[in-house]
């Protein structure tokens, strides 16, 4: 005699994050904001894909969203920091308080956060391996709630549950990996020199000027270009 055994159904990354008190919490209190938010832009809220930016001098941190069948992305939310902490420059060490600064992707959805909830940046990322402290760089950076930092970005309790749920719903229908740009400030071309003016060091112009190739891609195009770093732990980028 032989039995047929039943599947369990699979469970969806949505439904698997709406487990967790703080996610459902968040749903409860923002979903339905996050799909106006979304149809206010032309999004399809059943397909598409977003991208984080954020400028560490003006404290606002960027939500885009594009429909998967375009590539072109359109700006969603803008939220601001809750707090501050560093200075301009990228995080080169373990316990300098720097908020990093770069091309990064998010590497982990946190619903136990002990900051209400948190979304972890990639860092360090490959220009940062080769640029910062090889025994101690640091780690651990994350988006979160509250208002307390030593180098990760704070939105409060309310943005990060919005946040939050703009990435479930995005990873939830196939986006493997969210981009995150990190910028000093918004790096025009008046911005820039008032930076290299302010900040001394050719290593820091070098760098700055990097990212501002990525910046104005974006900024003229709304798309976002390929990224390579060579071995000098440079970035370059290309039109995709």
Not at 2 to 26: D, G, H, L, N, W
Request: glycine share 6%; net charge negative; hydrophobic share 30%.
């Amino acid at each position: 005699m032989s039995f047929i055994s039943e599947e369990e159904p699979k469970v969806s990354f949505k439904e698997s994050q709406m487990q967790y008190r703080t996610v459902f919490e968040a749903y409860r209190d923002k979903g339905e904001d996050v799909f106006a938010k979304l149809r206010a832009v032309d999004i399809d809220t059943s397909d598409f894909d977003i991208f984080i930016r954020s400028f560490k001098f003006e404290e606002d941190l960027e939500v885009w969203a594009k429909n998967r069948s375009e590539a072109s992305y359109r700006l969603v939310a803008t939220y601001k920091y809750c707090s501050n902490v560093g200075d301009l420059g990228p995080k080169r060490k373990e316990g300098d308080k720097q908020i990093p600064e770069g091309i990064y992707s998010m590497s982990k959805f946190n619903p136990q956060s002990s900051f209400f909830l948190s979304l972890k940046v990639d860092y360090p990322n490959a220009s940062d391996t080769i640029l910062s402290d090889q025994q101690t760089p640091g780690g651990m950076i994350f988006i979160h709630g509250g208002c307390n930092t030593i180098g990760c970005i704070s939105i409060t309790d309310e943005w990060i549950k919005e946040l939050y749920v703009f990435c479930v719903e995005a990873r939830d229908k196939g986006q493997e990996e969210i981009p995150i740009h990190i910028f000093p400030t918004r790096l025009t071309d008046e911005n820039f020199r008032l930076l290299t003016r302010q900040y001394e060091g050719p290593e820091l112009h070098s760098f700055w000027r990097q990212l501002k190739t990525g910046y104005d891609f974006f900024e003229k195009s709304r798309m976002l270009p390929r990224m390579e770093v060579n071995s000098k732990g440079e970035y370059y980028f290309f039109e995709k």
